[in-house]
């Protein structure tokens, strides 16, 4: 069964739209990690945060803001004022004790950004 | 200085071929991890290594062998190649530690494989 479910396959916005990346996970486990990457057309997989379960607290770097709630087993991302760099595949990941830490991916969103 | 390397970065090789990827870390993380992109970017994982110890190893055809010379090294070895093993394989490093920076895993740019 799926752990990590990315509802949205493709977005597509304009600059300057504000656009949330859904993220919805499944565990048994009390401490776990969830984080999002960015995999731009060039092909590499970039970090972009992660969170521990023992800390809902919402983050924002820049354009970027990240909301995290247990209650509802969500960890969206909000790019605010997308620009066409912003245009990529974004991938939600859950890491668990039981599964040795390993990544286990959501299947990814692909954003696209146009002027 | 990259953190986490591969070579090759592309590979393309004939069916029933022998192939070799390599991966090394210089950020003294003591787990590496290989992960498999297929088609669809689906992202899986493959294997895991913990200061050269085997950790995890999923449900991965026994042609495909992880080696582990020492914790900043990781290289896949896979044997027979068959088509569905095109894909990009990931190599990816992480500190053992509960908190602060540790569990966060850093990639390297991956290695597209084609197989003909």
């Known amino acids: 069964a799926q752990k990590v479910t990315q509802a949205q396959t493709e977005i597509s916005v304009v600059e300057k739209e504000d656009v949330t990346l859904d993220c919805v996970y499944e565990t048994r486990d009390t401490t776990y990690y969830l984080f999002w990457y960015k995999q731009p057309p060039s092909g590499e997989l970039v970090f972009l945060i992660r969170r521990n379960s023992f800390d809902e607290q919402n983050e924002i770097s820049g354009r970027y803001s990240w909301n995290f709630q247990k209650s509802t087993s969500s960890f969206n991302f909000t790019i605010t004022a997308s620009q066409v760099v912003d245009s990529a595949v974004y991938f939600c990941a859950l890491s668990e004790a039981n599964s040795g830490y390993a990544l286990n991916f959501g299947k990814g969103t692909s954003l696209l950004v146009t002027p | 200085d990259t953190a986490v390397s591969q070579t090759p970065k592309y590979l393309v090789t004939q069916m029933g071929n022998d192939k070799s990827i390599k991966c090394e870390q210089n950020l003294g993380h003591d787990t590496m991890y290989w992960y498999k992109q297929d088609s669809k970017k689906f992202l899986k994982i493959m294997f895991s290594y913990n200061n050269k110890e085997l950790i995890i190893n999923e449900t991965v055809p026994n042609r495909f062998s992880p080696k582990s010379p020492d914790k900043a090294h990781l290289n896949l070895h896979i044997n027979s190649l068959e088509l569905g093993d095109s894909a990009v394989y990931f190599c990816?490093?992480?500190?053992?530690?509960?908190?602060?920076?540790?569990?966060?895993?850093?990639f390297g740019p991956g290695t597209r494989l084609l197989v003909l």
């Open positions: 990816a490093s992480s500190q053992d530690l509960a908190g602060g920076p540790g569990k966060t895993q850093y």
